[in-house]
């Protein structure tokens, strides 16, 4: 049980309403505590498991071309409605920047290197920039109105 109380349950036309914890909505998952740190782990897992695909797959270990893969088919899955589950705890976004990291680790020449070298050197950003970059323009749409939302639930102006 998931915070349902024994005292107390919910019932509709005569049979109990399951306790969920989390929930699989439009690509996110959210538990009962409106945390996502189920969603961290499953997009993290994903993200592994194809930049590993990536590394085994590919018999070119031209950076350009392993980086431009890496954009194509790994970076997406963290990205995707990122505006909604964005970590804000150092843990999950350590977590998550950990798929780019340990990706551009095995980058051949790259080993020795700091992980901001290696973005620098392979031109690409870190995933936590990515997504502070799409926080903001989803607040300047909504502010210069080409988002339509109710602005005044969300923010005092």
């Given at each position: ?37 189920e969603h ?34 790994v970076r ?82």
């Amino acid at each position: 049980m998931c915070g349902l109380s024994l005292l107390r349950c919910f019932f509709q036309h005569a049979s109990p309403i399951q306790d969920i914890c989390s929930m699989f909505h439009l690509g996110v998952v959210v538990d009962s505590q409106l945390r996502f740190t189920e969603h961290v782990a499953m997009i993290t897992r994903k993200g592994h498991q194809r930049a590993n695909l990536i590394h085994r797959c590919f018999t070119s270990k031209d950076r350009s071309l392993l980086v431009k893969a890496f954009i194509t088919y790994v970076r997406p899955i963290s990205e995707y409605n990122s505006q909604v589950w964005s970590p804000n705890a150092l843990k999950e976004i350590n977590r998550t920047e950990a798929v780019q990291r340990r990706f551009t680790k095995r980058i051949p020449g790259m080993l020795g290197r700091s992980y901001h070298s290696r973005l620098k050197m392979l031109n690409v950003d870190s995933l936590e920039l990515r997504r502070l970059r799409a926080d903001l323009l989803l607040v300047y749409n909504i502010l210069l109105g080409l988002l339509h939302t109710n602005t005044e639930s969300l923010f005092l102006l």
